[in-house]
């Protein structure tokens, strides 16, 4: 295929390097700055640099915030050939599948929703990393009329490039588990190094530390967009969230050891039942059949 892939930052940069890296198939850069898109080439990370006419792609991967991934290809549709495969890779999808979705059909072209489970605390091209997806999880959300041949061909090139366990989902579902599974746990971060202790911690801190505070260099501009575009399923999470640990707080005050006891007993055995659920889980998770059906 010959492929463009729009935004080269850390997610857009790693999808280049790993197409060039484990595949057969052209890929073109497209970047707001151009200076990256020069640097991508220089590197051979890219084959050329992409202009505003996408007609000759077979795959188009947005690899842009999810406001910016509406205007851009709501600029560039109509210069796209039929049955191109347009992605976007947001970490939120609201009605953006939607949207695109219907936009993409008037021209013929295939739009589909995807969410590579993968990242690093930092951002941009400079960090970007062809191994990126080895092993990672891959999110489809298609729509009920999404061709099952496109969500096959698009799982293939996902292989391709290095994940590993596929998740078909509708975009409502998707929103909810993000908001548990990375959005919140950002937030958690974030809120963690507002202890004045950080100052002091060097020499008093181990793994679980770092585990804790890794993502609390999160970049800004991208993390607000995604948590004001999810914030009634991120809200409801955090809602969750100080529950429990208005729990500990009580009983830490109570000094009741037995409740906290309980409590830290809870946790360990939802945790490995999870530890258990995801060895046995298999590599393809079609969820849209049972969402359709409850």
Avoid at 66 to 72: D, G
Avoid at 258 to 264: H, K, Q, S, T
Wanted: charged residues 20%; aromatic residues 8%; hydrophobic residues 35%.
């Amino acid at each position: 295929m010959r492929i463009l892939v729009a935004g080269l930052g850390l997610i857009g940069g790693s999808l280049c390097k790993a197409i060039h890296a484990y595949t057969d198939h052209a890929v073109c850069g497209w970047n707001r700055t151009k200076a990256v898109a020069e640097k991508a080439l220089a590197e051979h990370v890219i084959d050329e640099i992409a202009g505003d006419d996408c007609s000759g792609f077979d795959m188009i991967i947005t690899s842009l915030y999810p406001e910016l991934t509406r205007k851009w290809v709501r600029n560039h549709i109509g210069t796209m050939q039929k049955n191109t495969i347009v992605l976007d890779v947001t970490g939120v999808k609201t009605d953006l599948p939607k949207e695109m979705t219907e936009l993409c059909s008037g021209y013929g072209v295939h739009y589909l929703s995807t969410h590579p489970m993968a990242g690093k605390e930092r951002a941009g091209f400079d960090v970007s990393d062809e191994n990126l997806f080895q092993g990672a999880n891959f999110i489809m959300t298609p729509l009920p009329e999404t061709p099952k041949s496109i969500i096959a061909q698009v799982q293939n090139f996902a292989h391709q490039v290095g994940f590993r366990k596929f998740v078909i989902t509708t975009p409502e579902m998707h929103d909810r588990m993000i908001a548990y599974t990375s959005q919140l746990a950002h937030v958690v971060s974030s809120s963690y190094v507002q202890s004045p202790e950080i100052q002091f911690e060097s020499g008093f801190s181990g793994g679980s530390f770092q585990d804790m505070t890794r993502i609390a260099t999160m970049n800004e501009d991208m993390w607000a967009d995604l948590f004001m575009e999810n914030q009634e399923s991120l809200s409801y999470e955090l809602d969750i969230l100080i529950q429990h640990l208005q729990e500990y707080q009580k009983a830490l005050a109570n000094k009741d050891r037995e409740a906290v006891y309980a409590l830290i007993r809870d946790g360990r055995l939802r945790k490995e039942q999870n530890l258990t659920n995801r060895r046995n889980s298999p590599s393809v998770i079609d969820l849209t059949k049972k969402e359709s059906n409850s």
